[in-house]
């Protein structure tokens, strides 16, 4: 099974990178096929909802993107890191997933059923409500796709390496990566 991990998160080794790791090593140690992709070192630019996709069955915009379609449609499980910025996904994630629009749409859209879907996201307050707007996008679309959502991994992780000293938040993003691939 190929797991394709997104990481959101524009710090490097922070709190999201650190419990994608958790979860990313777990799944391999089940079977799993990994791969991270840390969508900060790419160049993405946000979809300019031209619908030339619609027309030429590829995206017009020639960016990082490109090297990524292929590996969203290649992956059994796509598990997305992102931290909460403003009640909201990063703009590193928001500019990736808006990009799947380009997806969308046959033969790719065949392709695109089936997979699983899982979430990990960090924040800083005290509350799982904080997430709440990356929840529900990304369970919306995971209905949208015909995709399974798995139960998200919230966890306050605001100050620098937090994530790495919560056990609990470690262990529960190893028992997602395990979950995504049974």
Same mark, same amino acid.
């Given at each position: ?8 998160? =524009?710090? =490097?080794?922070?709190?999201? /990178? ?14 799993? @096929?990994?791969?991270?992709?840390? $969508?900060?070192? *790419?160049? !993405?630019?946000?979809? @300019? ?8 069955? +590829?995206?017009? !915009?020639?960016?990082?993107?490109? *090297? $990524? ?8 499980? !796509?598990? %997305? ?5 403003? /009640? ?14 380009? *997806?969308? #749409?046959? =033969?790719?859209?065949? +392709?695109?059923?089936?997979? +699983? $879907?899982? #979430? %990990? ?12 707007? &990356? ?12 995709? @399974?959502?798995?139960? =998200?991994?919230? &966890? ?18 190893? @028992?997602?990566? +395990?979950? *995504? %691939?049974?």
């Amino acid at each position: 099974m190929k797991l394709l991990a997104l990481n959101g998160s =524009p710090r =490097p080794f922070g709190n999201t /990178w650190t419990l994608l790791a958790s979860a990313l090593k777990a799944a391999q140690a089940n079977g799993a @096929q990994v791969e991270q992709v840390d $969508l900060a070192k *790419l160049k !993405i630019a946000p979809c @300019q909802a031209c619908d030339s996709c619609r027309r030429t069955l +590829r995206c017009r !915009i020639a960016d990082d993107m490109m *090297l $990524l379609y292929d590996k969203i449609l290649d992956a059994d499980v !796509i598990l %997305i890191g992102t931290p909460v910025y403003f /009640w909201s996904m990063s703009a590193q994630t928001k500019a990736c997933v808006d990009r799947w629009y380009a *997806l969308d #749409l046959d =033969p790719l859209r065949t +392709r695109m059923q089936g997979k +699983r $879907l899982g #979430l %990990i996201s960090c924040y800083a307050d005290a509350t799982t409500e904080t997430a709440s707007g &990356v929840v529900f996008a990304f369970r919306s679309a995971a209905e949208y796709l015909g995709w @399974q959502f798995y139960e =998200p991994v919230l &966890v306050t992780a605001g100050a620098h390496g937090e994530a790495g000293r919560n056990p609990q938040a470690l262990q529960a993003a190893a @028992q997602l990566g +395990r979950r *995504l %691939i049974e």
